[in-house]
Protein backbone atom coordinates (compact mmCIF):
# COMPACT_ATOMS: atom_id res chain seq x y z
CA UNK A 1 0.00 0.00 0.00
CA UNK A 2 2.07 2.96 -0.18
CA UNK A 3 2.84 1.23 -0.62
CA UNK A 4 -12.60 -13.32 -26.66
CA UNK A 5 -15.93 -11.96 -28.57
CA UNK A 6 -15.38 -11.83 -32.36
CA UNK A 7 -17.18 -10.41 -35.22
CA UNK A 8 -17.81 -12.32 -38.23
CA UNK A 9 -14.70 -13.08 -40.41
CA UNK A 10 -14.76 -10.57 -43.80
CA UNK A 11 -12.63 -11.12 -46.36
CA UNK A 12 -8.90 -9.31 -46.78
CA UNK A 13 -9.60 -5.19 -47.32
CA UNK A 14 -7.49 -3.76 -49.84
CA UNK A 15 -7.30 0.61 -50.14
CA UNK A 16 -10.03 0.41 -53.18
CA UNK A 17 -12.82 -1.28 -51.18
CA UNK A 18 -12.56 1.16 -47.59
CA UNK A 19 -16.84 1.55 -47.84
CA UNK A 20 -16.79 -2.12 -46.51
CA UNK A 21 -14.89 -1.20 -43.34
CA UNK A 22 -16.99 2.55 -42.98
CA UNK A 23 -20.26 1.08 -44.45
CA UNK A 24 -21.69 -0.91 -47.25
CA UNK A 25 -23.13 3.37 -49.03
CA UNK A 26 -20.68 5.49 -47.41
CA UNK A 27 -16.81 6.61 -49.25
CA UNK A 28 -15.82 8.59 -46.33
CA UNK A 29 -14.92 8.06 -42.98
CA UNK A 30 -15.40 10.70 -39.80
CA UNK A 31 -12.31 11.20 -38.22
CA UNK A 32 -10.48 14.34 -36.85
CA UNK A 33 -8.09 14.88 -33.90
CA UNK A 34 -8.48 18.57 -33.92
CA UNK A 35 -5.40 19.90 -31.75
CA UNK A 36 -3.86 23.25 -30.70
CA UNK A 37 -6.80 25.02 -29.39
CA UNK A 38 -10.39 24.99 -27.46
CA UNK A 39 -11.63 27.49 -30.41
CA UNK A 40 -11.45 23.92 -33.11
CA UNK A 41 -14.68 22.73 -34.58
CA UNK A 42 -15.45 18.77 -35.64
CA UNK A 43 -14.81 18.59 -39.34
CA UNK A 44 -15.77 15.53 -41.55
CA UNK A 45 -12.95 14.19 -43.99
CA UNK A 46 -14.07 12.81 -47.26
CA UNK A 47 -12.38 10.73 -49.23
CA UNK A 48 -13.25 9.69 -53.50
CA UNK A 49 -14.02 6.42 -53.99
CA UNK A 50 -11.20 4.85 -54.80
CA UNK A 51 -9.21 6.53 -52.15
CA UNK A 52 -6.19 8.27 -54.05
CA UNK A 53 -5.32 11.60 -53.15
CA UNK A 54 -1.96 12.53 -51.86
CA UNK A 55 -3.04 14.96 -49.75
CA UNK A 56 -5.44 12.72 -47.84
CA UNK A 57 -2.36 10.07 -47.28
CA UNK A 58 -2.73 10.57 -43.07
CA UNK A 59 -6.17 9.61 -43.31
CA UNK A 60 -5.03 6.49 -45.46
CA UNK A 61 -3.30 5.11 -43.44
CA UNK A 62 -5.37 5.44 -40.26
CA UNK A 63 -8.23 4.17 -42.62
CA UNK A 64 -6.07 1.37 -43.90
CA UNK A 65 -4.56 0.43 -39.86
CA UNK A 66 -8.11 0.28 -38.03
CA UNK A 67 -9.13 -1.71 -41.36
CA UNK A 68 -6.27 -4.56 -40.67
CA UNK A 69 -7.22 -4.53 -36.82
CA UNK A 70 -10.86 -4.87 -36.76
CA UNK A 71 -12.99 -5.79 -39.59
CA UNK A 72 -10.11 -7.37 -41.87
CA UNK A 73 -9.21 -10.00 -38.97
CA UNK A 74 -12.31 -10.13 -37.37
CA UNK A 75 -11.34 -8.34 -34.16
CA UNK A 76 -13.37 -5.57 -32.47
CA UNK A 77 -10.82 -3.48 -31.13
CA UNK A 78 -8.64 -0.90 -31.94
CA UNK A 79 -5.07 0.52 -31.03
CA UNK A 80 -3.91 4.15 -31.85
CA UNK A 81 -0.83 6.01 -31.52
CA UNK A 82 -1.27 9.73 -31.74
CA UNK A 83 1.84 11.67 -33.25
CA UNK A 84 3.04 8.99 -34.65
CA UNK A 85 3.23 7.59 -38.36
CA UNK A 86 5.09 4.44 -36.68
CA UNK A 87 3.29 1.34 -35.41
CA UNK A 88 3.96 0.75 -31.63
CA UNK A 89 3.37 -2.33 -28.77
CA UNK A 90 2.00 -2.55 -25.97
CA UNK A 91 0.86 -5.88 -23.52
CA UNK A 92 0.42 -7.75 -26.86
CA UNK A 93 -1.23 -4.90 -28.83
CA UNK A 94 -0.46 -3.67 -31.37
CA UNK A 95 -1.14 -0.20 -32.39
CA UNK A 96 -1.53 1.51 -35.28
CA UNK A 97 0.71 5.29 -35.49
CA UNK A 98 -1.78 7.49 -37.39
CA UNK A 99 0.51 10.67 -37.61
CA UNK A 100 -0.39 14.29 -36.86
CA UNK A 101 -3.20 15.74 -38.90
CA UNK A 102 -2.53 19.43 -40.55
CA UNK A 103 -2.87 22.33 -38.10
CA UNK A 104 -2.30 20.13 -34.76
CA UNK A 105 0.95 20.36 -32.58
CA UNK A 106 2.16 16.45 -31.89
CA UNK A 107 5.67 16.04 -30.23
CA UNK A 108 7.87 13.49 -29.05
CA UNK A 109 9.59 12.48 -25.31
CA UNK A 110 13.03 11.93 -25.55
CA UNK A 111 12.59 9.07 -22.85
CA UNK A 112 9.43 7.58 -20.70
CA UNK A 113 9.73 6.03 -17.17
CA UNK A 114 7.66 3.93 -15.24
CA UNK A 115 6.62 1.76 -18.49
CA UNK A 116 8.75 -1.32 -19.79
CA UNK A 117 7.12 -0.62 -23.10
CA UNK A 118 7.27 2.90 -23.92
CA UNK A 119 6.34 3.20 -27.43
CA UNK A 120 3.18 4.24 -26.99
CA UNK A 121 3.86 7.11 -24.66
CA UNK A 122 6.21 8.70 -26.59
CA UNK A 123 4.54 10.50 -29.20
CA UNK A 124 1.01 12.68 -27.64
CA UNK A 125 -0.94 15.25 -29.71
CA UNK A 126 -1.37 18.41 -27.12
CA UNK A 127 -4.82 20.50 -27.86
CA UNK A 128 -8.70 19.65 -28.54
CA UNK A 129 -9.12 15.90 -29.79
CA UNK A 130 -12.18 14.93 -31.17
CA UNK A 131 -12.27 11.42 -32.39
CA UNK A 132 -15.22 9.44 -34.01
CA UNK A 133 -14.37 6.00 -35.12
CA UNK A 134 -16.38 3.10 -36.73
CA UNK A 135 -16.82 0.12 -34.47
CA UNK A 136 -19.31 -2.68 -34.03
CA UNK A 137 -22.04 -1.94 -31.82
CA UNK A 138 -20.90 -3.23 -28.05
CA UNK A 139 -19.78 -3.19 -24.71
CA UNK A 140 -16.18 -1.92 -24.75
CA UNK A 141 -13.58 -0.98 -22.04
CA UNK A 142 -11.24 1.79 -23.11
CA UNK A 143 -7.70 2.84 -22.24
CA UNK A 144 -6.68 6.37 -22.77
CA UNK A 145 -2.36 6.57 -22.59
CA UNK A 146 -0.93 9.61 -21.56
CA UNK A 147 2.82 11.12 -20.29
CA UNK A 148 3.07 14.74 -19.17
CA UNK A 149 5.61 16.38 -21.35
CA UNK A 150 6.85 19.70 -18.98
CA UNK A 151 7.56 20.95 -15.78
CA UNK A 152 4.76 22.81 -14.74
CA UNK A 153 2.93 23.25 -11.44
CA UNK A 154 -0.27 20.65 -10.28
CA UNK A 155 -3.30 21.84 -11.58
CA UNK A 156 -2.10 23.84 -14.27
CA UNK A 157 -3.12 21.32 -17.19
CA UNK A 158 -6.77 19.77 -16.47
CA UNK A 159 -9.52 18.45 -18.86
CA UNK A 160 -12.83 16.00 -18.84
CA UNK A 161 -12.78 13.05 -21.08
CA UNK A 162 -16.58 12.61 -23.36
CA UNK A 163 -17.13 9.34 -24.09
CA UNK A 164 -20.61 9.09 -26.71
CA UNK A 165 -21.48 12.48 -25.20
CA UNK A 166 -20.80 11.99 -22.22
CA UNK A 167 -18.64 13.20 -19.34
CA UNK A 168 -16.82 9.96 -18.24
CA UNK A 169 -13.75 11.26 -16.47
CA UNK A 170 -12.94 15.17 -14.84
CA UNK A 171 -10.59 17.16 -14.21
CA UNK A 172 -8.19 14.93 -15.32
CA UNK A 173 -4.16 16.31 -14.00
CA UNK A 174 -1.86 13.76 -15.63
CA UNK A 175 0.82 15.36 -13.44
CA UNK A 176 -0.65 15.00 -10.14
CA UNK A 177 -1.95 11.59 -11.52
CA UNK A 178 1.82 10.57 -11.62
CA UNK A 179 2.20 11.79 -8.07
CA UNK A 180 3.91 14.92 -10.13
CA UNK A 181 6.61 13.05 -11.87
CA UNK A 182 6.91 14.06 -15.50
CA UNK A 183 7.35 11.98 -18.65
CA UNK A 184 6.35 8.83 -16.60
CA UNK A 185 4.00 7.07 -18.31
CA UNK A 186 -0.07 6.85 -17.23
CA UNK A 187 -2.83 4.69 -18.10
CA UNK A 188 -6.32 5.33 -17.38
CA UNK A 189 -9.18 2.46 -18.17
CA UNK A 190 -12.99 3.43 -18.32
CA UNK A 191 -14.81 0.25 -18.28
CA UNK A 192 -18.30 -0.51 -19.78
CA UNK A 193 -19.07 1.90 -22.46
CA UNK A 194 -21.40 0.79 -24.93
CA UNK A 195 -22.14 1.67 -28.88
CA UNK A 196 -25.51 1.76 -30.21
CA UNK A 197 -25.29 3.50 -33.38
CA UNK A 198 -21.57 2.14 -35.37
CA UNK A 199 -19.74 4.99 -34.17
CA UNK A 200 -17.41 5.63 -31.00
CA UNK A 201 -17.38 9.60 -30.15
CA UNK A 202 -13.98 10.45 -27.87
CA UNK A 203 -13.37 13.88 -26.73
CA UNK A 204 -11.06 15.65 -24.45
CA UNK A 205 -12.00 19.25 -23.60
CA UNK A 206 -9.85 21.49 -22.04
CA UNK A 207 -11.07 23.09 -18.35
CA UNK A 208 -6.96 24.44 -17.70
CA UNK A 209 -4.12 24.23 -20.44
CA UNK A 210 -4.76 22.17 -23.15
CA UNK A 211 -5.54 18.60 -23.15
CA UNK A 212 -2.58 15.74 -24.22
CA UNK A 213 -3.09 12.34 -25.41
CA UNK A 214 -1.06 9.50 -26.55
CA UNK A 215 -3.05 6.52 -27.15
CA UNK A 216 -6.55 4.98 -27.19
CA UNK A 217 -6.92 1.00 -26.79
CA UNK A 218 -10.57 -0.22 -27.35
CA UNK A 219 -11.17 -3.52 -26.17
CA UNK A 220 -14.29 -6.15 -26.44
CA UNK A 221 -16.23 -7.62 -23.27
CA UNK A 222 -14.12 -10.53 -22.98
CA UNK A 223 -16.22 -13.54 -22.32
CA UNK A 224 -14.11 -15.30 -19.76
CA UNK A 225 -13.54 -18.78 -18.15
CA UNK A 226 -14.94 -19.08 -14.37
CA UNK A 227 -12.07 -19.45 -11.95
CA UNK A 228 -12.74 -22.78 -11.62
CA UNK A 229 -12.27 -23.24 -15.32
CA UNK A 230 -8.63 -22.67 -14.60
CA UNK A 231 -8.01 -22.52 -10.92
CA UNK A 232 -8.13 -24.64 -8.01
CA UNK A 233 -9.85 -23.55 -4.66
CA UNK A 234 -7.15 -23.07 -1.90
CA UNK A 235 -8.99 -21.45 0.99
CA UNK A 236 -12.16 -19.13 1.00
CA UNK A 237 -13.68 -17.16 3.81
CA UNK A 238 -17.50 -16.07 3.68
CA UNK A 239 -17.30 -14.37 6.98
CA UNK A 240 -20.07 -16.51 7.77
CA UNK A 241 -18.81 -17.23 11.59
CA UNK A 242 -19.60 -14.20 14.36
CA UNK A 243 -16.36 -13.15 14.86
CA UNK A 244 -13.41 -13.24 12.69
CA UNK A 245 -11.85 -16.59 11.93
CA UNK A 246 -8.74 -16.60 13.74
CA UNK A 247 -7.38 -19.66 11.41
CA UNK A 248 -7.21 -17.14 8.68
CA UNK A 249 -6.20 -14.02 9.95
CA UNK A 250 -3.98 -11.52 12.11
CA UNK A 251 -4.75 -8.24 13.76
CA UNK A 252 -1.92 -5.60 13.39
CA UNK A 253 -2.08 -3.36 16.34
CA UNK A 254 -0.77 0.08 15.82
CA UNK A 255 -0.16 3.73 17.03
CA UNK A 256 -0.48 6.74 14.24
CA UNK A 257 2.30 7.12 12.10
CA UNK A 258 3.47 3.81 12.29
CA UNK A 259 4.00 3.60 8.11
CA UNK A 260 2.89 6.30 5.18
CA UNK A 261 2.25 9.01 8.31
CA UNK A 262 -0.97 7.94 8.61
CA UNK A 263 -3.89 9.37 10.89
CA UNK A 264 -4.99 6.15 12.85
CA UNK A 265 -4.26 3.81 15.11
CA UNK A 266 -5.26 0.50 14.09
CA UNK A 267 -6.57 -2.01 16.87
CA UNK A 268 -8.88 -4.64 17.35
CA UNK A 269 -11.81 -3.20 19.41
CA UNK A 270 -15.26 -4.37 17.63
CA UNK A 271 -16.02 -0.37 16.92
CA UNK A 272 -13.06 -1.40 14.23
CA UNK A 273 -13.54 -4.73 13.33
CA UNK A 274 -16.14 -7.17 13.59
CA UNK A 275 -18.38 -9.30 10.91
CA UNK A 276 -21.76 -8.04 10.99
CA UNK A 277 -24.57 -9.65 8.37
CA UNK A 278 -22.07 -12.11 6.32
CA UNK A 279 -19.12 -9.15 5.74
CA UNK A 280 -16.39 -8.45 7.22
CA UNK A 281 -16.20 -4.59 8.42
CA UNK A 282 -13.38 -2.54 8.62
CA UNK A 283 -14.62 0.26 10.21
CA UNK A 284 -12.56 3.75 11.02
CA UNK A 285 -13.85 6.13 13.55
CA UNK A 286 -12.91 9.61 14.39
CA UNK A 287 -12.73 10.56 18.08
CA UNK A 288 -13.09 14.55 18.26
CA UNK A 289 -10.38 15.90 21.09
CA UNK A 290 -9.12 12.71 22.02
CA UNK A 291 -5.79 10.37 21.03
CA UNK A 292 -5.67 8.92 18.88
CA UNK A 293 -7.83 11.54 17.16
CA UNK A 294 -8.82 8.05 14.73
CA UNK A 295 -8.94 4.73 15.06
CA UNK A 296 -9.00 1.85 12.03
CA UNK A 297 -8.26 -2.04 11.42
CA UNK A 298 -5.64 -3.68 9.59
CA UNK A 299 -5.57 -7.41 9.29
CA UNK A 300 -3.59 -10.47 7.21
CA UNK A 301 -3.10 -13.76 7.08
CA UNK A 302 0.91 -14.16 7.18
CA UNK A 303 2.24 -17.15 8.64
CA UNK A 304 -1.20 -18.86 7.86
CA UNK A 305 -2.20 -18.50 4.39
CA UNK A 306 1.14 -17.40 2.50
CA UNK A 307 1.18 -18.84 -1.21
CA UNK A 308 3.66 -18.03 -4.52
CA UNK A 309 1.88 -17.45 -7.32
CA UNK A 310 -2.40 -18.02 -7.40
CA UNK A 311 -5.18 -16.06 -8.18
CA UNK A 312 -7.21 -13.97 -5.54
CA UNK A 313 -10.66 -12.35 -5.55
CA UNK A 314 -11.33 -10.15 -2.58
CA UNK A 315 -15.28 -8.62 -2.82
CA UNK A 316 -15.40 -5.77 -1.62
CA UNK A 317 -17.45 -2.27 -1.11
CA UNK A 318 -15.18 0.89 -0.76
CA UNK A 319 -15.72 4.00 1.91
CA UNK A 320 -16.58 7.10 0.83
CA UNK A 321 -15.05 10.32 2.18
CA UNK A 322 -11.94 12.35 1.72
CA UNK A 323 -9.32 11.12 3.96
CA UNK A 324 -9.89 7.59 3.35
CA UNK A 325 -7.21 4.98 2.20
CA UNK A 326 -8.82 1.50 1.76
CA UNK A 327 -6.65 -1.34 0.27
CA UNK A 328 -6.19 -4.86 -0.65
CA UNK A 329 -2.42 -5.78 -1.34
CA UNK A 330 0.50 -8.20 -0.83
CA UNK A 331 3.56 -8.14 1.29
CA UNK A 332 6.54 -10.59 1.35
CA UNK A 333 5.99 -13.43 4.24
CA UNK A 334 9.70 -13.23 4.37
CA UNK A 335 10.67 -9.43 3.96
CA UNK A 336 14.19 -9.97 4.62
CA UNK A 337 14.77 -12.50 1.71
CA UNK A 338 15.81 -9.53 -0.70
CA UNK A 339 16.88 -7.18 1.98
CA UNK A 340 20.72 -6.24 1.84
CA UNK A 341 20.95 -3.84 5.23
CA UNK A 342 18.60 -5.41 7.54
CA UNK A 343 17.91 -8.92 9.34
CA UNK A 344 15.02 -10.99 10.30
CA UNK A 345 14.58 -9.64 14.40
CA UNK A 346 13.97 -5.51 12.77
CA UNK A 347 10.92 -3.69 13.32
CA UNK A 348 11.10 -3.00 9.27
CA UNK A 349 7.84 -1.94 8.48
CA UNK A 350 8.04 2.35 8.77
CA UNK A 351 11.69 2.05 9.03
CA UNK A 352 13.60 3.97 6.54
CA UNK A 353 16.78 2.52 7.80
CA UNK A 354 15.81 -1.32 6.40
CA UNK A 355 15.63 -1.63 2.65
CA UNK A 356 12.88 -4.58 3.13
CA UNK A 357 11.09 -2.51 1.62
CA UNK A 358 10.88 -1.83 -1.62
CA UNK A 359 13.73 -4.54 -2.21
CA UNK A 360 11.14 -7.85 -1.32
CA UNK A 361 8.63 -6.31 -3.20
CA UNK A 362 4.62 -5.37 -3.02
CA UNK A 363 1.58 -5.32 -4.59
CA UNK A 364 -1.33 -3.13 -4.35
CA UNK A 365 -4.11 -5.27 -5.81
CA UNK A 366 -6.33 -2.28 -4.93
CA UNK A 367 -6.00 1.11 -3.19
CA UNK A 368 -9.11 3.81 -3.82
CA UNK A 369 -8.15 7.32 -1.86
CA UNK A 370 -11.12 9.27 -0.86
CA UNK A 371 -10.66 12.39 -3.05
CA UNK A 372 -10.67 10.59 -6.07
CA UNK A 373 -13.35 8.26 -5.35
CA UNK A 374 -13.99 5.16 -8.01
CA UNK A 375 -10.60 5.40 -9.00
CA UNK A 376 -9.26 2.20 -8.43
CA UNK A 377 -5.36 2.05 -8.23
CA UNK A 378 -2.97 -1.22 -8.59
CA UNK A 379 0.57 -0.72 -8.45
CA UNK A 380 3.85 -2.66 -7.81
CA UNK A 381 7.24 -1.87 -5.52
CA UNK A 382 10.45 -3.11 -6.64
CA UNK A 383 14.15 -1.70 -5.86
CA UNK A 384 13.93 -1.19 -9.61
CA UNK A 385 10.48 0.37 -9.66
CA UNK A 386 9.14 2.42 -7.43
CA UNK A 387 7.71 5.82 -7.22
CA UNK A 388 10.67 7.71 -5.17
CA UNK A 389 13.07 7.03 -8.57
CA UNK A 390 9.91 7.56 -10.78
CA UNK A 391 9.96 4.13 -12.27
CA UNK A 392 6.55 2.97 -10.16
CA UNK A 393 4.65 0.51 -12.42
CA UNK A 394 0.75 1.34 -12.35
CA UNK A 395 -2.70 1.30 -13.59
CA UNK A 396 -6.14 3.20 -12.78
CA UNK A 397 -9.68 2.15 -13.41
CA UNK A 398 -13.02 4.30 -13.00
CA UNK A 399 -15.73 2.18 -11.43
CA UNK A 400 -18.11 5.40 -9.84
CA UNK A 401 -20.05 2.46 -8.33
CA UNK A 402 -17.17 1.20 -5.78
CA UNK A 403 -18.30 2.83 -2.99
CA UNK A 404 -21.79 1.91 -3.36
CA UNK A 405 -21.99 -1.73 -4.74
CA UNK A 406 -19.61 -4.82 -4.26
CA UNK A 407 -16.93 -5.47 -6.70
CA UNK A 408 -14.52 -8.32 -7.69
CA UNK A 409 -11.09 -7.06 -7.20
CA UNK A 410 -8.66 -9.81 -8.27
CA UNK A 411 -4.72 -10.55 -9.16
CA UNK A 412 -3.48 -13.34 -11.19
CA UNK A 413 -0.14 -14.15 -10.54
CA UNK A 414 2.43 -16.37 -12.44
CA UNK A 415 6.32 -16.91 -12.52
CA UNK A 416 6.34 -14.63 -15.36
CA UNK A 417 3.74 -11.92 -15.07
CA UNK A 418 0.73 -10.23 -12.58
CA UNK A 419 -2.34 -8.93 -13.60
CA UNK A 420 -4.96 -6.95 -11.72
CA UNK A 421 -8.39 -6.95 -12.63
CA UNK A 422 -11.82 -5.17 -11.42
CA UNK A 423 -14.66 -8.00 -12.30
CA UNK A 424 -13.89 -8.84 -15.35
CA UNK A 425 -11.94 -6.07 -16.57
CA UNK A 426 -8.13 -6.20 -17.16
CA UNK A 427 -6.56 -2.80 -15.81
CA UNK A 428 -3.08 -3.62 -15.51
CA UNK A 429 -0.15 -6.45 -15.66
CA UNK A 430 3.47 -6.26 -14.88
CA UNK A 431 5.87 -8.90 -16.99
CA UNK A 432 8.95 -10.39 -15.93
CA UNK A 433 11.99 -10.13 -18.97
CA UNK A 434 13.96 -12.84 -19.51
CA UNK A 435 17.19 -11.54 -17.42
CA UNK A 436 15.46 -9.69 -14.84
CA UNK A 437 17.56 -9.78 -11.46
CA UNK A 438 15.02 -9.57 -8.23
CA UNK A 439 15.31 -5.87 -8.34
CA UNK A 440 12.86 -5.81 -10.74
CA UNK A 441 11.14 -8.89 -10.25
CA UNK A 442 10.94 -10.46 -6.48
CA UNK A 443 7.91 -11.35 -6.91
CA UNK A 444 9.52 -15.54 -6.28
CA UNK A 445 8.63 -15.76 -3.03
CA UNK A 446 5.68 -16.28 -0.87
CA UNK A 447 3.41 -13.14 -0.06
CA UNK A 448 0.54 -13.36 2.39
CA UNK A 449 -2.39 -10.68 2.00
CA UNK A 450 -3.57 -7.69 3.65
CA UNK A 451 -6.85 -5.69 4.68
CA UNK A 452 -6.43 -2.50 5.99
CA UNK A 453 -8.39 0.67 6.07
CA UNK A 454 -5.82 3.37 6.36
CA UNK A 455 -7.16 7.44 7.42
CA UNK A 456 -5.03 10.21 6.29
CA UNK A 457 -1.54 9.33 5.52
CA UNK A 458 0.96 10.91 2.56
CA UNK A 459 -1.85 10.09 -0.04
CA UNK A 460 -4.68 10.52 1.91
CA UNK A 461 -4.68 13.61 2.52
CA UNK A 462 -3.32 14.88 -0.58
CA UNK A 463 -6.46 16.00 -1.49
CA UNK A 464 -7.24 17.90 1.15
CA UNK A 465 -7.91 17.68 4.70
CA UNK A 466 -9.73 14.54 6.37
CA UNK A 467 -13.64 15.04 6.14
CA UNK A 468 -14.15 14.13 9.74
CA UNK A 469 -17.40 15.01 9.57
CA UNK A 470 -18.24 11.99 7.36
CA UNK A 471 -16.96 9.35 9.40
CA UNK A 472 -17.20 6.76 10.88
CA UNK A 473 -16.52 5.21 7.46
CA UNK A 474 -16.27 1.06 6.46
CA UNK A 475 -14.59 -0.98 4.29
CA UNK A 476 -17.34 -3.97 3.45
CA UNK A 477 -15.81 -7.28 2.80
CA UNK A 478 -17.91 -10.47 1.45
CA UNK A 479 -15.41 -12.72 0.59
CA UNK A 480 -12.03 -13.93 0.01
CA UNK A 481 -10.93 -16.29 -1.92
CA UNK A 482 -7.36 -17.74 -2.58
CA UNK A 483 -6.80 -20.19 -5.90
CA UNK A 484 -3.76 -22.11 -7.43
CA UNK A 485 -2.93 -23.53 -10.92
CA UNK A 486 -3.61 -27.23 -11.40
CA UNK A 487 -0.82 -29.18 -11.58
Known amino acids: MRQTTHSKPTAPCTEH ?21 STCHRRSVHFPHPIAMASHRFFLRLLIGTCVSMACLGQTEFALNLGSDKSGSWQNHAFEGIGCPEQTQCHALNAVYGSDQPD ?17 NGNYDITLFFAEPRFHRIGERVFD ?22 HSALTVT ?10 LHLMLKPVIGQPILSGVLLETKASLATPGDRWILVWQDLFGESRLNPDHWSTDIWPPGKVNDEDQAYTDSSQNLRVEN ?36 VTAQLPDAQGTWPAIWLLPSDPFFYATNCEAGVDWQGNGDCDAWPNSGEIDLM ?7 GHIHGTVHTRANYWVNGQQRKGRLVEPSATQDFHVYAM ?5 RIDLFVNDIRYFSYLRGEKDSWQRWPFDQPFHLILNLAVGGNWGRAGGPIAAHEFPQRMLVDSVRVYRRPR
Open 278 to 313: GALVLEAHHHPGKVPAFTSARIHTRGKHDFLYGRVE
Open 190 to 199: IPNQTVRDGL
Open 17 to 37: DSSRFIGANSHFVVLSLLLGG
Open 412 to 416: EWTPD
Open 367 to 373: EHVGFES
Open 120 to 136: VFQTYSEGTVSLTQSVP
Open 161 to 182: VHIQGERVLKDIDVLKYRDGQI
